[in-house]
Nanobody, 116 residues
Framework: EVQLVESGGGLVQPGGSLRLSCAASGFTFGSYDMSWVRQAPGKGPEWVSAINSGGGSTYYADSVKGRFTISRNNPRNLVYLQMNSLIPEDTAVYYC?????????YGQGTQVTVTS
C-alpha cells in the first residue's frame, strides 16, 4: 500500500523558512519522480515542485522559483521541500505526490500558514 506522510508545516512570519518532509512507503521510492502540490483556502490545487527519481533534475512553479528547493534521500525514502522567503500567498496545505501504478497518490497534507 502506497503511503505518504507529510510533516514540518506550521505558522511562520513573512520572510521566514520551513522545511517540509514526506516519508514514503509501499513502493520502490527510488524509481519514481516525486512532487509537491499545495492547495490554498478556496482555491484549486497548485503544482509546486517536482524531482526526478534520481534527484538530479528538479522543477519549480514560477511562483516559488528561487525561494523553494526540493530534494530527496532515496535510501531513507524521504523527499523534502525547503521553503525560504515565505510570503502570505504561500499559505496552503502542502501535499506530497507520487504517480505510481497508474494512479496519483497524496498524503494527508501539512498546513503552512504565513502571517505576521
Amino acid at each position: 500500500e502506497v503511503q505518504l506522510v507529510e510533516s514540518g508545516g506550521g505558522l511562520v512570519q513573512p520572510g521566514g523558512s520551513l522545511r517540509l518532509s514526506c516519508a514514503a512507503s509501499g513502493f520502490t521510492f527510488g524509481s519514481y519522480d516525486m512532487s509537491w502540490v499545495r492547495q490554498a483556502p478556496g482555491k484549486g490545487p497548485e503544482w509546486v515542485s517536482a524531482i526526478n527519481s534520481g534527484g538530479g533534475s528538479t522543477y519549480y512553479a514560477d511562483s516559488v522559483k528561487g525561494r523553494f528547493t526540493i530534494s530527496r534521500n532515496n535510501p531513507r525514502n524521504l523527499v523534502y521541500l525547503q521553503m525560504n522567503s515565505l510570503i502570505p500567498e504561500d499559505t496552503a496545505v502542502y501535499y506530497c505526490n507520487v504517480r505510481a501504478y497508474s494512479r496519483n497518490f497524496y498524503g494527508q497534507g501539512t498546513q503552512v500558514t504565513v502571517t505576521s
